[in-house]
């Protein structure tokens, strides 16, 4: 029966692990434009109001762009652990139907 077997999605892993990588990307962006609108939102009031979030988020946004790496790791050697797998059974099939 198929429904008792364990299947996983390869290429969804793989397209997951990508996303999680632009993601990071546009995280480690934001950075940088959040300091682009300074003196064009309003007063000093606005402008610190920026600032303070922004240096409150970079901590967040550390443990994020850190946890997003790690799962980008895991991902990528889960499929490639899974594939491997799959090839030396279907190599070990080949040779005991040789036999």
């Known amino acids: 029966m ?3 077997r364990l299947t996983v999605n390869l ?4 397209d997951f692990a990508n996303q999680l990588e632009t993601i990071r990307s546009g995280m ?3 950075r940088s434009w959040m ?3 300074s003196g064009d939102l309003g007063g000093r009031e606005v402008d610190g109001a920026v600032s303070h979030f922004e240096s409150h988020w970079r901590d967040g946004r550390g443990r994020v762009d850190k946890n997003c790496e790690q799962l980008i790791k895991m991902a990528n050697q889960a ?3 899974l594939r491997k797998a799959d090839d030396d059974l279907a190599q070990q099939l080949r040779e005991s139907g040789e036999q």
């Open 79 to 81: 499929v490639e652990s």
């Open 2 to 4: 198929a429904a008792d």
């Open 11 to 14: 290429d969804g892993l793989t």
């Open 28 to 30: 480690d962006s934001a």
């Open 35 to 37: 300091n682009e609108f």
